[in-house]
């Protein structure tokens, strides 16, 4: 077993209360069959492959949302990416062609939008547009959550909510791990709750949250992240 393989089994073990583990659960409603979660970790292994050897950069935030990795099995990368429905976002620059969908497109509780093209996640279109407008090599980056999985509130699966220091605590163990893959990269946290938590085990370099008004002072932290790394 390769080690990308081992670290996505050590992934699918996970599981905890009102945590949805994309690369193990499956959900009657809103998953296109059963064969959604081996869809993800199909995603999820091709784009580390083409990664873990040229790592520079692994962009941290706090926890998949479900917008987000939650379908696509990729951190801050929806599905809508993957299915190539993006106008400025090209799969081929993620796994290195088109995707497959896991919602359930013929789900009526979902919008026309999303049944139609998949779900669309505001931060992953300003991250992935940042790593082009920057002219980094999307193969040189690795985005990632130091709760590698999707937490969300006791109102329904398609929300999101702040993971519990527990889980963030739990997740470190999987980003070492990553980190252990992608040997030579530099950690830059997303968000001050990213950075709250590196912080105390040495990790520096932080980057505005694109969310919330954030996507101005995000794009510039890239700028200047590349001045000086």
Not at 1 to 22: A, H, Q, T, W
Request: hydrophobic letters at 35%; aromatic letters at 10%; one cysteine or more.
């Amino acid at each position: 077993m390769s080690d990308i393989k081992r670290f996505i089994e050590e992934l699918k073990m996970y599981s905890g209360n009102m945590v949805f583990n994309p690369w193990r659960d499956y959900d009657v409603v809103y998953d296109i069959s059963k064969d959604a979660p081996a869809i993800r970790c199909f995603h999820l292994e091709t784009y580390l492959r083409l990664r873990t050897t040229k790592t520079r950069y692994i962009f941290l935030a706090e926890a998949l949302g479900y917008q987000g990795g939650h379908f696509s099995g990729i951190a801050m990368t929806s599905e809508r990416i993957l299915l190539g429905f993006h106008p400025s976002i090209n799969p081929t620059m993620v796994i290195g062609k088109s995707g497959q969908r896991t919602s359930n497109a013929t789900c009526t509780l979902l919008k026309k939008s999303v049944q139609e093209r998949g779900f669309n996640e505001p931060t992953a279109t300003i991250v992935w547009q940042a790593i082009i407008d920057n002219d980094i090599r999307p193969e040189e980056v690795v985005l990632w959550n130091i709760f590698p999985f999707h937490p969300y509130k006791s109102g329904g699966l398609l929300t999101n909510r702040t993971p519990t220091d527990i889980e963030l605590e739990k997740g470190l163990m999987y980003l070492d791990s990553l980190r252990r893959l992608c040997s030579n990269a530099k950690v830059v946290c997303i968000g001050q709750k990213s950075f709250e938590t590196m912080d105390s085990v040495g990790v520096k370099s932080v980057l505005r949250h694109p969310a919330n008004g954030g996507a101005a002072e995000f794009r510039k932290g890239i700028k200047e992240l590349l001045a000086t790394y």
